[in-house]
């Protein structure tokens, strides 16, 4: 069974830093390609980050300079380090494969900055 599970979420003032995990389990972790993606309400979901399985990254323009991503193949885990954090970086955020699989989203972690 594939589970995808966030965490790391919370309330954050504007400026602070959040550092999301994404626990991977029923696939070969290591041999995928890992995005996250983040979804506030009446939108849709938008990327945030990739890293390929050689730790080559991607990041939207929208968080360049201010997040990073990673991974540690040995705990088939995916981070998200977010910096300066926005207000307009509240959302709900998720992982999934890349390219991302229907059946793979979690609940996702919610990420609420305040001003």
């Known amino acids: 069974q594939v589970q995808l599970v966030e965490s790391g979420g919370g309330l954050v003032q504007a400026g602070g830093s959040l550092r999301l995990s994404c626990a991977v389990s029923?696939?070969?972790?290591?041999?995928?390609?890992m995005n996250w993606y983040r979804q506030t309400p009446g939108k849709q979901r938008e990327f945030v980050a990739r890293?390929?399985?050689?730790?080559?990254?991607i990041l939207a323009d929208s968080v360049k300079g201010r997040f990073t991503i990673s991974r540690d193949n040995a705990k088939n885990t995916v981070y998200l380090q977010m910096n300066s954090l926005k207000p307009e970086d509240t959302a709900i955020y998720y992982c999934?494969?890349?390219?991302?699989?229907?059946?793979?989203w979690g609940q996702g972690t919610q990420v609420t900055v305040s001003s």
């Open positions: 029923g696939i070969p972790f290591s041999s995928n390609a």
């Open positions: 999934n494969t890349s390219p991302p699989r229907q059946g793979y």
């Open positions: 890293i390929f399985t050689g730790a080559t990254s």
